[in-house]
């Protein structure tokens, strides 16, 4: 149970790519890991899809897998845009865009920063798309019923901020966007050593309200 607990993503890929594994025998082995950590709420539909015998171990491996891999990514863009954030930032200058990131009730999200201390999911840019791409991946590694306000900081229609709202289910489906022409015309074998490659793309979504 300790080792599951020092499980990271990287370190589940690392294990899925060397040596020979069984499909079903793999996902029951680091199951508790997959259920709690910062992976569960994606990971848990294909789990329950699983258990129902609606999708069988190997392709059920493959989509978490590259899950996992979309998030590993994801964290490695988040931490060089934050030593970005801070040297780049400029007292007293202002960015034009901004990103947060609510829940269902419109409660501003929190998370921990390298230090450990508490901070709003809130952030500056000066590119619109900027923005659009860093809520979507914190809307991916997010909770159901989460959505993001990109607002203009100055631009305003009718006394109101520009603004876009960005919903968690349409960031997933943008970030998990399957390279056109993709097509798996063969089941792979569950005893082998499997391997997955991924591409992640994500597209702005536009609109603004009087």
């Not at 793999?26 to 848990?44: I, P, Y």
């Not at 201390?117 to 798309?129: G, K």
């Not at 993001?148 to 100055?154: D, E, Q, R």
């Not at 998990?176 to 022409?181: E, T």
């Amino acid at each position: 149970m300790a080792a599951e607990r020092k499980m990271s993503p990287k370190g589940f890929l690392h294990k899925l790519n060397t040596g020979s594994h069984s499909a079903d025998g793999f996902l029951a082995q680091h199951r508790t890991w997959l259920e709690t950590g910062d992976l569960a709420s994606v990971v848990s539909p294909i789990l329950l899809s699983l258990d129902a015998k609606e999708i069988l171990p190997t392709p059920a491996l493959a989509s978490i897998a590259k899950l996992v891999l979309h998030h590993m990514m994801a964290e490695e863009v988040r931490k060089g845009e934050e030593a970005m954030d801070r040297q780049t930032r400029e007292p007293g200058k202002t960015r034009p865009w901004m990103a947060t990131i609510y829940n269902e009730t419109g409660e501003v999200q929190l998370r921990k920063n390298a230090k450990g201390e508490e901070e709003e999911l809130q952030q500056t840019f000066n590119l619109a798309s900027d923005a659009d791409r860093w809520a979507d991946r914190r809307l991916f590694d997010g909770q159901d019923g989460w959505h993001a306000i990109v607002s203009h900081t100055s631009i305003t229609i009718k006394g109101e901020p520009l603004f876009t709202k960005v919903m968690r289910g349409d960031a997933i489906a943008r970030i998990l966007k399957k390279p056109r022409g993709s097509v798996n015309k063969s089941r792979p074998k569950s005893g082998g050593s499997l391997s997955f490659g991924v591409k992640a793309g994500t597209t702005r979504v536009k609109f603004s309200t009087g």
